[in-house]
């Protein structure tokens, strides 16, 4: 018979559960999207736990609706995670000062920064700071259904005058049904901002200062432009959009968009496939060249990085997040595993993988490229101020273009509230 100290000195030793758990590292990673994106990201963390034995990434994942009330207060709790999808707007509200999140230039060894030019790099520096790195670049392009245009025997508007008369065309030749583009008030409010601002050379907010940068002849213009855009049966008018089920009810969910009795978009190049994906086959869409007036010093095209992974502050493991950072943003087979579910990829190689493999739809490609080309032209586009996406700021600009909308105010009282009481919001939220 075993005495009790031999006995123990046979028996295996089998570690208690707690010491299996301090030996695991643990990440936690949120990110917002459909169905889509959250399957592919799943399938990428699982070929990071597979290369990184001992490694666990806890995904924290959901619609858009509510994921920034979320990581605010998570933010405000200092329990954020390790690693999160953020808007490159949220920069300016979660790190005014850079200090926010992890800087990321001290793991520069460990992430794919050779994959990105120095201007995308510098869309996520705050203070010098690196908070946040793009996964991509997104702008707003104009989408025809080329076949409502042949319909009409009317080439695709390429300028701002073809632009102005295509509503009047359409409704002439095809119907009072027909518009030339849909779009919810602030797609409108965007397109109109562009032509102003080639006129003019600057943005409703000015890109680098919390105030207002337009002049008051600007902002007339500004509210004109809208205007003309409605009045001539160009774009679709807001009561209109309201009285069939919503306001902001997305395009490819329109009866009169599948139709083809909406003519055009103006829309981000990221959602063409939703767009598209309830168009009747024998309709052709087509990428819209940007108009430009002779002259502009400024593009006045709208792009910005779409979304961005960014390292919270109080991350015990920032070297490790940003491994699988770099694993989300530049791997081959993550890439091959995330596909464009978050839009095309920015980092070079990862962009390369997706064409080489025909991953990319030809009108997405092309939509690419046309930003591109814009981004690389002398007038380039001007990056705008995260403050003009702030939701405060964001909700009073639809406010005073909802009062033209429906003719409550005219264009001079409208320009003068965007300047005034839009620098007093500024002042408030900078």
Same mark, same amino acid.
């Given at each position: 018979m075993l005495t009790r100290r031999q006995w123990l000195a046979a028996t295996p030793v089998v570690a208690a559960p707690w010491v299996h758990a301090q030996a695991q590292r643990v990440l936690r990673m949120s990110w917002w999207g459909g169905a889509a994106r959250h399957a592919a990201t799943l399938k990428a963390l699982a070929? /990071? @736990?597979?290369?990184?034995?001992?490694?666990?990434?806890?995904? @924290?994942?959901?619609?858009f609706n509510g994921y920034l009330e979320r990581l605010t207060a998570q933010v405000a709790g200092g329990s954020e995670p390790d690693l999160m999808q953020i808007n490159w707007a949220?920069?300016?509200? /979660?790190?005014?000062?850079? *200090?926010?999140?992890?800087?990321?230039?001290?793991?520069?060894?460990?992430?794919?920064?050779?994959?990105?030019?120095?201007?995308d790099l510098a869309m996520g520096e705050v203070a010098g700071k690196l908070n946040g790195i793009p996964v991509s670049y997104s702008a707003r392009i104009l989408l025809w259904n080329a076949s409502t245009f042949a319909k009409a025997d009317l080439a695709l508007p390429r300028s701002w005058d073809e632009l102005f008369a295509s509503g009047a065309l359409l409704r002439s030749r095809l119907g009072e049904r027909y518009f030339a583009l849909d779009g919810e008030l602030y797609d409108m409010m965007l397109l109109a901002q562009s032509h102003v601002q080639q006129r003019h050379g600057t943005p409703y907010v000015h890109p680098k200062e919390p105030r207002v940068a337009m002049s008051e002849a600007a902002a007339v213009l500004w509210v004109q432009t809208y205007r003309k855009l409605i009045d001539g049966?160009?774009? *679709?008018?807001?009561?209109?959009?309201?009285?069939?089920?919503?306001?902001?009810k997305p395009t490819e969910q329109q009866p009169d968009w599948t139709a083809g009795h909406w003519a055009g978009n103006y829309t981000w190049d990221s959602v063409i496939g939703l767009r598209g994906s309830t168009i009747p086959k024998d309709q052709k869409l087509a990428i819209g060249d940007f108009p430009?007036? $002779?002259?502009?010093? $400024?593009?006045?095209? /709208?792009?910005?990085?779409?979304?961005?992974?960014?390292?919270?502050?109080?991350?015990?493991?920032?070297?490790?997040?940003a491994e699988l950072m770099a694993h989300l943003l530049a791997d081959p087979q993550a890439t091959q595993v995330l596909g464009r579910t978050r839009g095309v990829p920015a980092a070079r190689d990862a962009f390369e993988t997706l064409v080489r493999n025909k991953a990319l739809p030809p009108l997405e490609l092309q939509a690419h490229a046309q930003i591109q080309?814009?981004?690389?032209?002398? %007038?380039? %586009?001007?990056?705008?101020?995260p403050l003009f996406e702030h939701a405060r700021l964001h909700r009073f600009m639809r406010e005073v273009f909802e009062t033209v909308a429906y003719g409550k105010t005219s264009d001079a009282q409208a320009a003068r509230r965007l300047i005034d009481e839009g620098n007093a919001m500024l002042r408030r939220i900078h």
């Open positions: 070929l /990071f @736990e597979q290369s990184h034995p001992g490694v666990k990434v806890k995904a @924290e994942y959901m619609g949220w920069l300016a509200m /979660f790190s005014k000062r850079g *200090t926010g999140f992890t800087d990321l230039h001290a793991h520069a060894k460990v992430l794919p920064m050779d994959q990105y030019s120095a201007g049966h160009v774009a *679709t008018p807001l009561p209109l959009r309201a009285s069939l089920g919503g306001a902001e430009t007036l $002779d002259g502009a010093v $400024d593009s006045g095209m /709208f792009g910005r990085p779409s979304l961005m992974f960014a390292v919270g502050r109080n991350c015990k493991q920032p070297a490790l997040a080309r814009q981004r690389t032209s002398p %007038i380039g %586009i001007t990056l705008p101020n």
